[in-house]
């Protein structure tokens, strides 16, 4: 008997047809001699409701009863998930966060898991149930309500099924799995079969929408193996887990975009220690998050220092920086650039074979798309150019390593 832990986002029980839909693949599960364990979200568009109701209320709520209303999104779920599982002759009990055993710590709206308690799940399934655990939620130590962000429900499975031994987590969502672009922007895209953790990781912050990033380092930590695929078909997914030897024949394994990119430039600082740091407290202390970071020295002195940010932050970013401007120089300027996208080329082959940028660069000239920042990490090359570009980008390097061709 293998002990399953499956996700099931807010579009996966988004109507009342779709939550059948669950309710009989996680009947299917148990009666080739599973015991399962579902994580689920909010019904699609749910939290966002709340949300505006709340803001219909006060312009600014407090964050800790955001809280306790959002957390009431995925309860909902799991009632109505549990009652259909109810009418189809199946035995399930739904439980909450807290119930669950998930201690959370952090800012409200924004908790982390500190621990998990799993007995009462543990009971649970010896008495035979289907488990419906409510996604996105934990309690702090002194029993407040704490809904986890961007990406919870997909961590509280992650979390869920490393601390049940979980043998594998499946997350249910509406594609097939992780592809070697996004098939809307690259038509010859293809489903990738295995990935490592290190390139989901990689995939996942720089722009794949699959899943959130500290998800997978959560399951990179814990050595949880889990699966991407539809809850709307049957199709084997995109398995994620540890790191083998053979993978590294595939050199490059996708290609991943993220538009609506910023970018933002110091120029003529004649400061010549500690400007780093200032300009990086005042962005972190703004609450800004940057990516891309590339500074120089001129011969001279001069200092020059560019990094990138979601454009949704520019404005914020410019008046954080502003008051700044003056201690680094009477030279020194702010530069402002929008418009921008960023083009990612992942894949652990890249540790063992030479020639990967050069042949990133040298498609992208031929395609006559000029190239802004640079950035690259072991398994990763990362360049910003023009948000009109991106699209023609993307489809010149996926052909130019053949990824329609290339799986495992």
Do not use: W
């Not at 109701?53 to 800790?64: C, F, G, H, I, N």
């Not at 909902?76 to 189809?88: E, F, Y």
């Not at 309690?139 to 990406?151: F, S, V």
């Not at 609450?287 to 020059?304: L, S």
């Amino acid at each position: 008997m293998a002990l399953i832990v499956q996700k099931y986002g807010g579009t996966s029980v988004g109507t009342i047809d779709r939550i059948r839909n669950v309710a009989r693949r996680l009947m299917e599960t148990v009666a080739e001699g599973n015991q399962v364990v579902a994580v689920v979200s909010a019904m699609s568009g749910v939290t966002d409701g709340l949300i505006k109701l709340a803001k219909d209320v006060t312009a600014q709520p407090s964050e800790r009863e955001l809280d306790v209303l959002m957390a009431t999104g995925e309860q909902q779920s799991i009632a109505l998930l549990s009652m259909a599982i109810h009418d189809m002759g199946g035995k399930a009990v739904s439980i909450t966060g807290a119930q669950a055993g998930i201690c959370t710590f952090g800012s409200h709206t924004r908790g982390r898991i500190k621990s998990i308690k799993p007995d009462l799940m543990h009971q649970y399934l010896a008495d035979g149930n289907i488990l419906i655990c409510a996604g996105f939620q934990g309690t702090t130590e002194e029993g407040l309500i704490h809904t986890l962000g961007r990406g919870g429900s997909d961590l509280s499975a992650i979390a869920l099924a490393a601390a049940l031994k979980a043998d594998i987590c499946q997350i249910f969502t509406d594609v097939d799995g992780v592809y070697t672009c996004d098939p809307r922007v690259v038509k010859n895209a293809v489903k990738i079969d295995e990935l490592s953790y290190d390139e989901m990781l990689e995939m996942a912050s720089s722009g794949s929408k699959v899943m959130q990033s500290r998800s997978v380092e959560f399951a990179k930590k814990y050595g949880v193996v889990f699966e991407v695929r539809n809850s709307m078909n049957t199709h084997p997914g995109t398995i994620v887990k540890e790191e083998i030897p053979a993978m590294e024949a595939v050199v490059v394994r996708g290609v991943s975009i993220e538009r609506n990119q910023a970018r933002v430039t110091i120029a003529g600082i004649s400061e010549p220690v500690a400007y780093t740091a200032k300009i990086l407290g005042a962005l972190a202390e703004a609450e800004i998050n940057i990516d891309m970071i590339v500074a120089n020295t001129a011969h001279d002195g001069v200092a020059r220092q560019s990094f990138t940010m979601h454009m949704n932050d520019l404005g914020s970013a410019q008046a954080a920086l502003k008051p700044l401007i003056a201690e680094f120089g009477s030279s020194a300027k702010l530069e402002t650039e929008a418009g921008l996208a960023k083009l990612s080329v992942v894949g652990i082959g890249m540790r063992s074979h030479s020639g990967v940028a050069a042949t990133v660069f040298q498609t992208l000239a031929d395609a006559g798309i000029a190239v802004g920042m640079i950035s690259t990490s072991e398994i990763r090359i990362t360049v910003t150019v023009d948000e009109i570009d991106i699209e023609r980008a993307a489809q010149v390097v996926h052909d130019a390593f053949n990824l329609h061709r290339v799986n495992g």
